[in-house]
Antibody
Framework: QVQLQESGPGLVKPSQTLSLTCTVS??????????WSWIRQPAGKGLEWIGR???????NYSPSLKSRVTISVDTSKNQFSLKLTSVTASDTAVYFC????????????WGQGTLVTVSS | QSALTQPASVSGSPGQSITISCTGT?????????VSWYQQHPGRVPKLIIY???NRPSGVSNRFSGSKSGNTASLTISGLQAEDEADYYC????????????FGGGTKLTVL
């Protein structure tokens, strides 16, 4: 079955860029009508959708983060990545990558999540 | 983008049924059958339990069911079990500004 795994630094300094990668295993990122999303969850709070990318490279971003977010895909490595610029303490959260289906709105499976702390 | 509105908490006794509401607008829940529900135990990954308003993924108990009326979607859990104690989130496609998804604030279910 498809599995996702996030990787990247757990600590980022304020004003710097947060960079995470999600590695997909068990199937090709090119297969099926799927898109690949990033979702985050601050401690003790709810889920926030960040954005998504299709294997073609087409992207959609949350309007609230659009000016700071870039999601990219590397189909040769079966990976997609997140970059969030000019981070502040409010960007501290567990970041999840997840698969979604085109023409609908659901997320499954999810990666295990990775905690990113923004602190000097 | 405003989140979908869910009650902060609900509770029920083992064996009972409970319903969690998820209220949106005509730009999301009211216009699309693209509502999903997730169960999240503390420290764990969210698990998809309902998609497209009322469909259950393979392996999800039939004690979980979803429905929608107007701008409000609902998750019903019947025959409550201790293991159902968790946070529950709804999500929906929205066309309010650009293509995006929106989640509810989450509901803490306590099994008494």
């Amino acid at each position: 079955q498809v599995q996702l795994q996030e990787s990247g630094p757990g600590l980022v300094k304020p004003s710097q860029t947060l960079s995470l990668t999600c590695t997909v295993s068990g199937d090709s990122i090119n297969n099926g009508p799927y898109y690949w999303s990033w979702i985050r969850q601050p401690a003790g709070k709810g889920l926030e959708w960040i954005g998504r990318i299709y294997s073609s490279g087409s992207t959609n971003y949350s309007p609230s983060l659009k000016s700071r977010v870039t999601i990219s895909v590397d189909t040769s490595k079966n990976q997609f990545s997140l970059k969030l610029t000019s981070v502040t303490a409010s960007d501290t959260a567990v970041y999840f990558c997840a698969r979604g289906a085109a023409a609908t709105w659901w997320f499954d499976p999810w990666g295990q999540g990775t905690l990113v702390t923004v602190s000097s | 983008q405003s989140a979908l509105t869910q009650p902060a908490s609900v509770s029920g006794s083992p064996g009972q049924s409970i319903t969690i509401s998820c209220t949106g607008t005509s730009s999301d829940v009211g216009s699309y059958n693209y509502v999903s529900w997730y169960q999240q135990h503390p420290g764990r990954v969210p698990k998809l339990i309902i998609y497209d308003v009322s469909n259950r993924p393979s392996g999800v108990s039939n004690r979980f069911s979803g429905s929608k009326s107007g701008n409000t979607a609902s998750l019903t859990i019947s025959g409550l079990q201790a293991e159902d104690e968790a946070d529950y989130y709804c999500g929906s496609y929205t066309s309010s500004s650009t293509v995006e998804g929106v989640f509810g604030g989450g509901t803490k279910l306590t099994v008494l």
